[in-house]
């Protein structure tokens, strides 16, 4: 079985990638993951605010002087509590990319298109075969307009772009207007791949103890629907390779993916739950559902569920919602 595929100019044994998550965070998590067969592996994220604390602190040492440096030195056990910072980060990458054959993505976490942007180069230079920039951006203030927040998205675009040479991916959320046209005002601005989409942290509240809790759940296989018609909507739309993220959790889900037309389909819940090992069965099982339908290769499948171009594309969609009201209200819920 033919499943090789490109991913941003970045030649893929498959078309299964290991999403960023905590699988990531050691070099023997990531060669358990690109053992088990993985395409390519995205690192965890390493966050702006990680940056910056860095910055401040190396402003602060600076400003200190040699007569103070013990009293500079007490400002490290504060920022060792934290999160591992930049230094951590690219040295895991170098090291993973050393020890595995398929390509390690680094993966920036920012919303500002500020000097830390220059760390995109700082991964490239340890060994990141591509960026992925995870624009993890919920506009609370209410004052911000639609058309702000999406030039945040390319202003921060922009600035990664210019810092760096090997291929940018830009991971997003649904929530805009027009998603559609923002997709192609990244692929306009040189995204090289699209990844969606980002899932946000919804607090829930707990009535019991009278607190709002926020925690990352695992997704559910229905999530991957919203997703899965922006790529069929997308593909053969844009330059930008088209990867999908959210709710893979069988190998009926990564075929799904690539009927839509994604160039390459993500997968971290379904690792967490079952193990990084269990990609080797979502592949063993997308190879066994591509001879029972009689498909040789990934090419041959890709995008054919997708919006044909030439469409009109919101008829497209009206049409879909309408169809599928019908038919909820002819049967699917009836009789009361
Ligand atoms: C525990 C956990 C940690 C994650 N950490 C990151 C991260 O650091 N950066 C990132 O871009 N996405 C992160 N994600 C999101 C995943 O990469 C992925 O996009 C999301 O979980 C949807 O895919 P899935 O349905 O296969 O889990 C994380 C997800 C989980 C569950």
Not at 17 to 46: C, E, H, I, W
Not at 137 to 154: A, F, K, T
């Amino acid at each position: 079985m033919e499943l090789s595929t490109d991913y941003m100019g970045l030649a893929l044994r498959n078309p299964l990638v290991a999403s960023a998550s905590p699988l990531s965070r050691t070099v023997d998590g990531v060669r358990r993951l690109a053992d088990s067969g993985v395409g390519a592996v995205v690192l965890y994220s390493l966050f702006e605010e990680q940056l910056r604390r860095e910055a401040a602190l190396n402003a602060r040492l600076a400003d200190a002087g040699t007569e103070s440096f013990a009293e500079s030195l007490s400002y490290f056990p504060a920022v060792a509590e934290e999160e591992p910072g930049p230094r951590h980060y690219l040295s895991l990458l170098e090291r993973a990319a050393a020890a595995v054959e398929v390509p390690v993505i680094g993966s920036l976490n920012g919303v500002t298109p500020g000097g830390w942007a220059g760390y995109a180069r700082a991964m490239q230079e340890a060994g990141a075969a591509a960026i992925e920039l995870n624009i993890y951006y919920l506009p609370g203030d209410p004052h911000i307009s639609g058309r702000d927040v999406e030039q945040r998205h390319i202003d921060v675009l922009t600035r990664v772009k210019d810092a760096v040479t090997v291929p940018v991916a830009v991971k997003v959320g649904p929530h805009f207007s027009s998603t559609g046209e923002m997709a192609l005002r990244m692929d306009d601005a040189g995204a090289n791949g699209l990844v969606l989409f980002n899932r946000f942290v919804q607090p829930d509240i707990d009535p019991d103890t009278l607190t709002v809790v926020s925690t990352v759940d695992l997704s559910s296989q229905a999530e991957a629907r919203l997703p899965r018609t922006w790529i069929a909507l997308l593909y053969g739309r844009v330059r930008a390779a088209l990867a999908a993220t959210t709710g893979v959790e069988e190998p009926a889900d990564v075929a799904r993916y690539l009927l839509a037309g994604a160039d390459v389909v993500m997968t971290t819940s379904a690792l967490l739950r079952h193990g990084p090992e269990y990609a080797a069965v979502l592949l063993d099982g997308l190879s066994a559902w591509m001879a029972r339908k009689g498909f040789a290769a990934v090419d041959e499948l890709r995008g054919i569920l997708s919006v044909a171009p030439g469409t009109d594309e919101a008829t497209h969609e009206r049409a879909g919602y309408v169809g599928a009201l019908r038919k909820a209200n002819r049967s699917a819920y009836g009789p009361w």
